[in-house]
């Protein structure tokens, strides 16, 4: 509390140790010496031409950093996605079911998934992330409780989904039902908030690859998440990390979970269609 | 906790509290190009703090986004902006007080934060916190803070 009431100005743009080293972003990322991962892809259509490829954020990390993520035993992500093993297998709720028991073995069973969310849900009429669609089987399904939106069980199966679908190319649907709300997402993106007037295209459209003070700027995508920060030491979730860039404007930030982040995770996972999902990622 | 909001609240206070001759935000007057030609403070700049809210992170930070030659020895300059070596030499002290204090009325879509402005936001935020704020803010940087630094870029001059 103490510590961000004192922060001054832009201390923001800083926000981290970071690793000083410089990144190597034409780097090629495949994971255990096998699974290939596309780091760069031409832009999808609909960016009509604001970026000419759209890059992982891989590419910007140290060689540490880079290095971590391509080997298994040395990712640290990797020990929530054996715990969620766990949970993907343990009965629970009213139902007395797990999601085993519907899905099968998760590697087969969640191939592919984590590709395509956010995405519309036609009985429940909305868009869902990944999250929300795991809560709705935890409640629908098992009759267990929810659980917390980017809590560590939900990271941590989402970990597990990501793994599962990890190479898969990134295709998020932003036509029929979803669009209303993939256009409010763009707004998002495009409006420049808080004290500092920037938007999330300021820093990761029109300056990836350059450096804010010790940050190395990405495109800010989200085909890695649930990332491994080595900043925090655990997984992080898309929503947290939207709302420390907000609050890094200085603005008012939206809560986890809302409305306006699952339209903000609709748009900026679309700006990622043609990459690999690679999470658990490593990040700094 | 209570004693440290209010010790916190207190220290943003005394960096943002004006004097009686300063300027207000809202009525600093903008040149055509956005040049601001009197002192906002009639204080002349000190460039030693000037070089202090440049590189400190609870203040200007312009290095975050600028690279200095001449302040290679505070770490980690950004190049999100131009590099400011000899802007000291092609900029007027006008040019520069208007830059600093509000850039959009030089540069209309600019990155830049500007640093005297306390209204017209989009969701202002309570400094870092994350929560609401209400207008009119703190500005970033106090009228004699901007003629520091003004102070300081005009000895920039190669």
Same mark, same amino acid.
């Given at each position: 509390m103490m510590k961000t009431a004192l922060k001054g100005a832009v201390y923001g743009l800083i926000a981290l140790a970071a690793s000083t080293a410089v990144a190597d972003e034409s780097a090629e990322l495949v994971i255990n010496g096998e699974t290939e991962i596309v780091t760069r892809a031409d832009a999808p259509a609909h960016l009509?031409?604001?970026?000419?490829?759209?890059?992982?954020?891989? $590419?910007?990390?140290?060689?540490?950093?880079?290095?971590?993520?391509?080997?298994?035993?040395?990712?640290?992500?990797?020990?929530?996605?054996?715990?969620?093993?766990v949970a993907w297998g343990?009965?629970?709720?009213t139902e007395n079911k797990?999601?085993?028991?519907?899905?099968?073995?998760?590697e087969e069973g969640m191939a592919g998934v984590?590709?395509?969310?956010?995405?519309?849900?036609?009985?429940?009429?909305?868009?869902?992330? $990944?999250?929300?669609?795991?809560?709705?089987?935890?409640?629908?399904?098992?009759?267990?409780?929810?659980?917390?939106?980017?809590?560590?069980?939900?990271?941590?199966?989402?970990g597990l989904i990501s793994y599962a679908g990890r190479g898969d190319t990134i295709n998020v649907a932003i036509d029929g039902p979803a669009q209303a709300m993939w256009e409010q997402g763009r707004d998002m993106y495009y409006t420049r908030t808080g004290q500092l007037e920037l938007s999330c295209a300021n820093c990761h459209e029109q300056n990836y690859g350059n450096m804010i003070r010790a940050d190395h700027l990405s495109q800010g995508q989200i085909n890695g998440f649930p990332t491994y920060r080595l900043k925090n030491a655990k997984l992080n979730g898309v929503h947290s990390r939207f709302k420390g860039c907000v609050r890094d404007t200085r603005a008012e930030t939206y809560a986890v979970g809302s409305e306006d982040f699952i339209a903000l995770e609709l748009y900026v996972a679309s700006r990622g269609n043609g990459l690999s999902v690679e999470g658990p990622s490593v990040r700094n | 906790? =209570?004693?440290?909001?209010?010790?916190?609240?207190?220290?943003?206070?005394?960096?943002? *509290?004006?004097?009686?001759? /300063? *300027?207000?935000?809202? /009525? !600093? *007057?903008?040149?055509?190009?956005?040049?601001?030609?009197?002192?906002?403070?009639?204080?002349?700049? /000190?460039?030693?703090?000037?070089? !202090? *809210?440049?590189?400190?992170?609870? =203040?200007?930070?312009?290095?975050a986004c600028h690279e200095v030659t001449a302040l290679a020895d505070y770490p980690f300059h950004g190049e999100v902006g131009p590099m400011l070596d000899g802007v000291g030499g092609y900029r007027s002290e006008a040019e520069l007080r208007g830059i600093v204090a509000n850039a959009k009325h030089t540069f209309p879509d600019t990155m830049m934060p500007a640093f005297y402005k306390t209204s017209g936001y989009i969701r202002p935020g309570d400094a870092f916190t994350g929560k609401a704020g209400e207008e009119p803010l703190p500005p970033l940087l106090t009228a004699q803070e901007i003629e520091d630094v003004v102070a300081y870029l005009q000895t920039l001059t190669d």
């Open positions: 009509d031409g604001a970026l000419s490829e759209v890059t992982s954020g891989w $590419l910007y990390r140290s060689d540490e950093t880079q290095a971590m993520q391509m080997d298994d035993f040395d990712n640290p992500g990797m020990l929530a996605v054996e715990d969620a093993m343990t009965a629970e709720g797990s999601c085993a028991d519907c899905h099968g073995a998760a984590r590709a395509t969310y956010p995405k519309w849900n036609d009985n429940a009429e909305e868009v869902r992330t $990944l999250a929300m669609q795991i809560n709705a089987c935890r409640t629908e399904n098992m009759g267990a409780e929810e659980w917390k939106y980017d809590g560590g069980d939900m990271l941590a199966m989402e | 906790m =209570k004693s440290i909001i209010q010790m916190t609240a207190g220290l943003a206070l005394a960096a943002t *509290v004006a004097s009686a001759e /300063d *300027v207000a935000p809202a /009525d !600093v *007057v903008y040149e055509e190009y956005g040049e601001v030609t009197a002192s906002l403070t009639g204080i002349a700049g /000190d460039p030693e703090n000037g070089i !202090v *809210v440049m590189t400190s992170r609870g =203040k200007g930070n312009c290095i």
